[in-house]
């Protein structure tokens, strides 16, 4: 029988119902970002991710269970070894962990895959209706007004100046919009995407006056 707790995500406001290997990979995902620095990709960004995966998944009609474990997985790899390939060792990471617990190897892959595309840098394009899932909701958390809140902890985290972070706003922020896989995702994205333009013309109106 499988025995579900509920946790409350206190940095986050989020509660969440888990069963038990999702119980097992949280605890193990909640260490693992124990010593992590960043608040920009911290414990809260992967809660977000995996409720944003959840919501999307059941509109898109994905396996959910897939997109949980993913979505917990995706990014302990970036936490352990850097940014720098991190879908790579986030899937690495889950493959050892998972085939461990004795789940099931076809199950195993499907999350393996999810993983490996879900990034903007990685060179893996999603195939699975939960590959894009879980891209898109990784997409999203980085842009609307959550998105811009996390452009400028990282800003803080890296000593990048105003200037660069708008920069980053059309290197990045702005394309991620036309990114999206899904139609569900694309109209959260196309909301958060009018926001964050908004948030920028009044940024350089403020700026501007000062010139
Ligand atoms: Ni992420």
Avoid: W
């Amino acid at each position: 029988m499988i025995k579900d707790i509920f946790i409350n995500i206190l940095s986050s406001s989020i509660s969440v119902r888990f069963n038990d290997v999702e119980r097992s990979i949280l605890e193990y995902v909640k260490e693992v970002y124990k010593k992590y620095k960043s608040v920009s990709h911290g414990f809260d960004h992967v809660m977000r991710v995996y409720n944003l995966s959840v919501k999307i998944g059941v509109k898109e009609n994905a396996d959910i269970n897939v997109l949980k474990i993913a979505a917990l997985l995706h990014d302990v790899g970036r936490v352990l070894y850097g940014e720098r390939e991190h879908a790579l060792k986030s899937a690495k990471i889950a493959k050892e962990l998972l085939s461990k617990m004795g789940l099931e190897k076809e199950f195993i892959s499907r999350v393996v895959e999810a993983i490996k595309a879900h990034s903007f840098s990685g060179k893996e394009r999603p195939v699975s209706i939960e590959a894009k899932v879980l891209s898109d909701a990784d997409k999203l958390d980085a842009i609307g007004a959550i998105g811009i809140a996390r452009c400028f902890m990282y800003a803080g985290e890296h000593k990048r100046s105003l200037e660069k972070s708008i920069e980053h706003f059309y290197e990045k922020l702005f394309l991620l919009k036309d990114l999206m896989y899904t139609k569900t995702a694309k109209e959260i994205a196309i909301q958060r995407h009018i926001f964050m333009e908004k948030y920028l013309q009044e940024l350089k109106a403020e700026l501007n006056m000062l010139k």
